[in-house]
């Protein structure tokens, strides 16, 4: 039963994690490498808060998505001036930058020690086991992220996303500013993303640097691009695909060092077969752009 609900929670946070970056992916083709890094601000937010300044967890998760769009303007303003491969090359390197500060930050993020002793969640009103009440927590915010994702993409903001995909200029031509739009939507992202990771740390109760770096960010677009981009259900299926994926490794039997591998490698392949048997994704209707 604990087991169950583990893969539930990493589910639901995963889920939640490529439902945000798929605003950007799916729904306003801005291919970003740096989610993992708004995950970790989130993370290491509701950590530092809780642990060095004795907040409650929810005080910790208001905060660290209001720093993650605060820093989101900082990069998206002169990045999103970039197009296509050079805009994707600015995310690659504010996510290496942020790596950076986890790790050696050491005054406050402990460095490579991590930081440890993060209370976990607990839902106000809930007698439950705490794993309960943390796999409740994780599949509320899933269905809170999904439902905001829903409401903004068929709303007149979604259709001016859509309409920055398929063709900006012709945007542009008819008096939007699309700087706006996307600004605002990274930012609306990153605060998600960063939901999520204060989620992770209240979960895991111990973050460190090595949960935030540019392979994880790579497993993100992973989950978006296998599950669908752009569509209502793909970035919860592809990312409940590859959280469920390792899980079924173990029952396997392999050294840790051989499963490790052989992960990485199955994802490779489930990638390279979505894109070239199933562009749309397991539940897309749309190939990536």
Excluded at 80 to 93: G, M, Q, S
Excluded at 149 to 155: M, V
Excluded at 229 to 248: D, F, K, Q, R
Aim: one cysteine or more; aromatic letters at 10%; charged letters at 10%.
């Amino acid at each position: 039963m604990e087991y169950a609900l583990h893969i539930v929670v990493l589910a639901g946070i995963f889920s939640a994690l490529s439902i945000s970056l798929d605003l950007l992916v799916g729904h306003s083709g801005l291919l970003s490498l740096a989610q993992a890094a708004f995950f970790g601000i989130g993370a290491y937010a509701s950590a530092i808060i809780t642990t060095q300044a004795g907040q409650p967890p929810i005080a910790a998760m208001l905060v660290g998505m209001a720093v993650s769009a605060s820093i989101s303007l900082l990069v998206s303003l002169p990045s999103l001036r970039l197009r296509d491969d050079y805009f994707v090359l600015a995310t690659f390197a504010f996510q290496m930058i942020a790596f950076s500060i986890f790790n050696n930050w050491t005054g406050l993020t402990k460095g490579s020690l991590g930081i440890s002793g993060i209370p976990s969640l607990a839902l106000p009103g809930n007698r439950g086991p705490a794993s309960l009440g943390i796999t409740m927590a994780s599949v509320l915010m899933a269905l809170f992220v999904w439902s905001l994702s829903r409401r903004i993409s068929r709303d007149a903001f979604g259709r001016v996303l859509h309409g920055i995909r398929e063709d900006e200029v012709f945007v542009k031509s008819l008096g939007k500013n699309t700087m706006y739009f996307k600004v605002v939507i990274f930012a609306f992202s990153s605060a998600l993303a960063a939901l999520a990771g204060s989620l992770y740390a209240h979960y895991i109760t111990y973050v460190d640097p090595t949960s935030f770096t540019v392979m994880d960010s790579l497993l993100i677009i992973s989950m978006v691009i296998i599950g669908g981009a752009g569509s209502t259900y793909g970035p919860i299926a592809g990312a409940t695909c590859l959280v469920v994926i390792p899980e079924v490794l173990r029952f396997v039997g392999l050294p840790g060092a051989i499963a490790a591998n052989v992960r990485q490698i199955l994802y490779g392949l489930l990638l390279v077969l979505t894109v070239v048997m199933r562009p749309a994704g397991m539940v897309g209707t749309r190939p990536l752009q």
